[in-house]
């Protein structure tokens, strides 16, 4: 069954570095997002995607994030200058659908650490 | 905005126990309703839905029904296994605001004891 993968599982950084979290969405979608689970806490939407611009993001997606579809496959989140406050699990999700009602599909998610 | 509240665990329940996750939301428009569910070290999968007013979600013996009048989505299953354990995340996602991602509840830690 086709799956959504993200790379790296773990990232470990200092603070203030940059960093570009990874996925490769199910083949056939259109439509992707991200978003963040902070250790114990709800997971929160940060970014939706389509036809290679935003379509969507939350208060959150300040101009520290990015998002970008460099090629065909990928599909990535980057942080310019990573803040302790963005240790976070970050989950990539995709769905296929024109329609919104259709099952976003999840990622396992990168356990980003700043130190 | 749109918010979701579940009841906070951790919730623990012997094996064969019937279960019961409260989720309520607040919505404009026609939202959908999805119930998430997170094993240990996983990422999200979707374990049930419903996009319209009276459906019925169900899945793997879990079951919810979208009930308009009461703003729920609670879910059940009738005899829970200790492969149960896991964090639930009830969601909605609101097409008819305008929305597209997925908000979520804070997550229910479920805990099957043998």
């Known amino acids: 069954e086709p799956e959504v993968t993200q790379t790296p599982s773990h990232q470990v950084t200092q603070m203030g570095q940059e960093v570009i979290l990874r996925c490769v969405p199910i083949?056939?979608?259109?439509?992707f997002y991200w978003y963040r689970q902070i250790l114990g806490q709800k997971v929160e939407f940060l970014v939706s995607f389509y036809n290679n611009e935003i379509s969507e993001k939350s208060e959150i997606f300040d101009d520290q994030f990015s998002v970008e579809r460099p090629d065909g496959s990928n599909f990535t989140l980057k942080i310019r200058s990573t803040k302790l406050e963005d240790s976070a699990m970050y989950f990539c999700?995709?769905?296929?659908?024109?329609?919104?009602?259709?099952?976003?599909?999840f990622g396992p998610g990168t356990r980003l650490t700043v130190l | 905005g749109d918010s979701v509240t579940q009841m906070e665990g951790p919730v623990t329940l012997s094996e064969e126990a019937f279960l019961t996750i409260n989720c309520t939301y607040t919505?404009?428009?026609?939202?959908?309703l999805f119930w998430y569910v997170q094993y240990p070290g996983e990422g999200l999968q979707l374990l049930l839905k419903a996009t319209k007013a009276d459906d019925k979600g169900s899945n793997k013996g879990f079951e919810a029904t979208y009930r308009k009048e009461t703003t729920s989505f609670h879910l059940e299953k009738g005899s829970v296994q200790v492969s149960d354990s896991a964090v639930y995340f009830c969601a909605l996602t609101n097409s008819g605001g305008g929305a597209d991602g997925l908000t979520f509840g804070k997550g229910t830690h479920l805990i099957i004891q043998p």
């Open positions: 083949s056939n979608h259109l439509y």
């Open positions: 999700a995709s769905r296929s659908e024109l329609n919104p009602r259709s099952t976003q599909y």
């Open positions: 919505a404009t428009g026609y939202p959908s």
